[in-house]
Each structure stands twice: as structure tokens, then as C-alpha cells.
């Protein structure tokens, strides 16, 4: 495990591991992920492993670009071979990582019944003929596990936020009632504690 | 007696022993697509294309914030190239269908539920024969709806064939009964495709290195179910400019007959589990 690996959020973490393992697994020059934007849509170059451009992780690019603004679409997975002979797809897949590959295979990731990223292969190494849809059913899995794990991860994330918020809301309320003769004040300060205390509540039924 | 029960006077007994005969010489032998309207509900599709031909009608969903989605009409073209791919399928099989497109995907944000929406009652309403549709949405809150549009479709004599999902999540309208459901097999023959008799995949045609047109004129190989729902939506429209009394569930009768692995001489049901050579072609 690199050093890299150790830096950076959980998230990061996570990302940069699922793309790891579908290049092993696949014996892949390289293998990414595209998060997709909750706000405008664009794909984020999220991780990279193998051939490709570490430096280019953060990238945006727009809503339905190449092969992941395919599967982003149409929730679909698939391959896509001779790739390098299709200039649309080589200019993509070419910005996106730096590397031309000549075949992309790709999943989404879906959670909360939304495609919130894809999963690419490029360039695996084909042991047998034929093996095409043994290939796309183990990405499909792959895909699956990384997009729970990531819900999992945010819902997480999403609790500890919770949480310093409600000690941060304690400490204001407890120093509104010391210090503030104002009632309403400590009333807004009350009803906002109980707010968190209920989704903080929600969250572990959710569990 | 409830509303749609069954006279007892009046109708003729369905012909059972039609079916003795049914097979893929009799369904599609000669035909060539004429007089078949086929919409490609996808991310458009690029008219220019010489393995496509032309588009009859282009129209687009436009979303605006705040606002329900709007269906217009626009030129043929397709930025994405998914749509293309597909719509070269069908042109393939069957070469003289009238081909049209809906652009559902690629407007502004990824392609949404409610766009998809709004294109299939579009295209419903527009009365194609047959819509195919390989993408699929995961939203919970959009399945009544679209089951209702699925079935309108049903009843309105237009075929939906929708491309299946290998992800083990609930997904739709693919799993819907009222649309006819395809998955991948891994050989070239274009025209061969197996019944699954384990549905609510209900067919698998060729999925796996695909020859297809892609943007800018040229081809590539693709794999994956999607590319697998427009042949079955070409031979479809193959059947239909043949026999166009056909209903979607007579359709999907006539194709379940015509499956490489179905045979009126099986003892299961007319089903062999093992791939057999087809009967009569």
C-alpha cells in the first residue's frame, strides 16, 4: 500500500481502493472513477489507477461526455472495444486520463437509486476468448460493492457532521442561557438542538 | 359477471393449432421493415450516419428548472452516440423501418427520470409500433408512473422493448410484464436470439462485440444489454411489417415461437434447455 493511499478522506480512500482492485482483478493498464456533480451533473475524474494521470483527478468535464456519460444516462453497463479507432471516444477517454486505451469497460456506481458515478476499466487483459459477459457481470459486482460502501461511507460522514454540530449547539444554548437574558434566543437555540436530535435519531433507525 | 369478462356468444375460439407453424420463415421470411415506425428513446441520433439512413422525426425532452419537462422537435443528431448505436441495430435488421428518436438523455444534466418520462409519452402518444429503450431508471417514485405509461403502450398496440439491467438492484420499466425484456448472448448471428424462461429477462439477443455506428461515421464494437434490445426491437418491427394485426402480446408470442431454443416438439413446454439449431431457416 503506497503512502499516497494513507492521505486523504475516507472517500478518497475508498475510491482510490475499488479502482485498485479492478485493475487487479482485470489485469487492466488502468482503472477509474467518475463521480458524477449531485448539482450540475458533470463527471469528476474522482481516482485513478495504472496508466493515467494522477494529476488529473479533480477534473470536471460535462454531463454525458464518452463512454461514462454513457453508462451515467442510461444506467447501463458495457464495453466498448476498439476504442482507439473511434476519434470521438479516443479525444475522451484520452483528456480524461491521459492514457489511450483501446478498450473501456464500464459500470455504474448507484445508490440512493441515483448513478452517482461509473466505474471504468481500460484495457483488461483478456486471459480467454469469449469471456465478455463473465467480465461485465464481475464489473457489475465490483460496481455494486463500491457504490454501497460509498453510501456507507457518507452516511457516516454525514453522522459525525451531525454530531459536532450538536455539541457545537449545545455549548451556544448553554451559553445563551448563562449570558443571554433573551428567551428567544434560547428558544431558536432549543428548537434547532431538537432538530438534530432527531435526524441524529433518524439516522441510527436507519442503520 | 366483472366489467372484462368474456362474452359467451359471439367469439370465435382462437386458433391454437396456428401456433404448430410459427417459426422465424413464417414471422419475418421476406419482410424487410416497410410500413414500420420504430422510435429510439435515447441520447438522440445522428442522421448523417451511412449506417443509419434517415430519421423521419427528431424531437428532444428540454429541461428547465422549476418547470415539468417539455417535448420539441429538433434535428437529428445525437453528441453522445448511444442513440446512434442503437438505431444502427435496427437499421440493420430491418432496413426499410421508418426510424425516429426522442432525445431523453445527455440534456444539460445526465439524463433524468422525469425526461424519460415525458419522451415515452411522447413517443406513446405518437403511436410508433415499436420503441426501443436501452437505458433504465432506478427511482422508486417514478415506477408507478412509468408502469402506466408501460401498459398504456401495451393497449395502444406499441411494442416496448427495453434493454435489461445486471445490477442487483430494482430498476425499471425493464421489469415490467407489459415490455418485452432483453438480455446479451454471445453470438454474432444478429437474427438469433433464446427465450429465458426465467424471466423477467425474457430474451437474449447478440450483445457482445457489436458492430455499431458510432459518431462521426464510423463503427465500433460494443458489448452489453444495450446494444442487445435493438435487435430484438428489429426483428420485432421485421414481424410487425409482415403480420401488422399483431398485438404486443401476440407480438411477443410470435417471438417466444421463433426463439432458437423454443420447439413445439420439446416435452418442457415447448422450451429445450439446450441451444438447439433453428427449425426452419
Not at chain 1, 476519434?87 to 483528456?95: I, P
Amino acid at each position: 500500500m503506497s503512502h499516497e493511499l494513507l492521505s486523504g478522506t475516507t472517500e478518497q480512500h475508498l475510491l482510490q481502493s475499488v479502482v485498485a482492485v479492478a485493475r487487479h482483478v482485470y489485469a487492466a493498464a488502468a482503472s477509474s472513477i467518475f463521480m458524477v456533480s449531485p448539482d450540475t451533473g458533470d463527471l469528476v475524474f474522482a481516482a485513478v489507477a495504472g496508466a493515467g494521470e494522477q494529476s488529473l483527478v479533480g477534473r470536471r468535464f460535462p454531463a454525458g461526455t464518452g463512454i461514462a456519460g454513457w453508462v451515467t444516462m442510461s444506467c447501463q453497463t458495457l464495453i466498448v472495444d476498439n476504442v482507439a479507432e473511434t476519434d470521438h471516444f479516443a479525444r475522451d477517454a484520452a483528456t480524461s486520463t491521459g492514457y489511450l486505451p483501446s478498450s473501456i469497460m464500464a459500470a455504474p456506481l448507484i445508490a440512493g437509486n441515483t448513478c452517482i458515478g461509473v466505474l471504468e476499466v481500460l484495457d483488461r487483459h483478456a486471459t480467454e476468448p469469449d469471456r465478455e459477459l463473465d467480465d461485465l457481470e464481475l464489473l457489475d459486482l465490483l460496481a455494486t460493492q463500491a457504490a454501497v460502501s460509498l453510501s456507507l461511507v457518507r452516511h457516516r460522514e454525514r453522522r459525525v457532521e451531525t454530531h459536532e454540530w450538536g455539541g457545537l449547539l449545545a455549548r451556544l444554548s448553554d451559553l445563551a442561557v448563562a449570558q443571554t437574558p433573551d428567551p428567544l434566543a434560547v428558544e431558536l437555540l432549543s428548537v434547532c438542538l431538537h432538530l438534530l436530535q432527531r435526524t441524529t435519531a433518524e439516522h441510527s433507525l436507519a442503520r | 359477471m366483472p366489467a372484462w369478462g368474456m362474452a359467451v356468444d359471439g367469439s370465435e375460439p382462437m386458433p391454437a393449432d396456428l401456433f404448430a407453424g410459427i417459426g422465424p420463415t413464417w414471422a419475418w421470411g421476406g419482410a424487410d421493415g416497410s410500413g414500420v415506425r420504430v422510435c429510439v428513446l435515447d441520447s438522440g441520433i445522428d442522421a448523417d450516419h451511412p449506417l443509419v439512413g434517415p430519421v423521419d422525426q427528431a424531437w428532444q425532452v428540454v429541461s428547465e428548472d422549476g418547470r415539468p419537462p417539455r417535448v420539441r422537435e429538433c434535428a437529428p443528431s445525437d453528441a453522445a452516440g448511444h442513440g446512434t448505436a442503437c438505431a444502427g441495430i435496427i437499421r440493420e435488421v430491418a432496413p426499410k423501418v421508418s426510424l425516429s428518436s426522442v432525445r431523453v438523455l445527455g440534456d444539460g444534466k445526465s439524463g433524468t427520470a422525469a425526461a424519460l418520462l415525458a419522451g415515452l409519452a411522447h413517443a406513446v402518444d405518437e403511436g410508433f409500433d415499436v420503441i426501443n429503450m436501452s437505458l433504465s431508471t432506478a427511482r422508486p417514485e417514478f415506477r408507478s408512473r412509468l408502469a402506466e405509461l408501460c401498459d398504456r403502450a401495451y393497449f395502444r398496440r406499441c411494442l416496448l422493448v427495453v434493454a435489461a439491467h445486471n445490477l442487483p438492484i430494482e430498476s425499471f420499466p425493464w421489469s415490467f410484464a407489459s415490455v418485452v425484456s432483453v438480455a446479451s448472448h454471445a453470438e454474432p448471428d444478429p437474427m438469433r436470439f433464446y427465450y429465458n424462461a426465467t424471466p423477467p429477462v425474457e430474451f437474449c439477443a447478440r450483445g457482445v462485440r457489436v458492430p455499431v455506428a458510432s459518431p462521426g461515421g464510423g463503427t465500433m464494437r460494443n458489448t452489453g444489454n444495450s446494444f442487445a434490445a435493438p435487435h430484438i426491437a428489429g426483428i420485432a418491427a421485421l414481424v410487425l411489417s409482415k403480420h401488422p394485426w399483431l398485438t404486443p402480446f401476440q407480438l411477443k408470442s410470435v417471438l417466444y415461437h421463433c426463439a432458437a431454443n423454443v420447439s413445439p416438439q420439446s416435452d418442457q413446454g415447448g422450451i429445450l434447455v439446450t441451444r438447439t439449431p433453428e427449425r426452419d431457416h
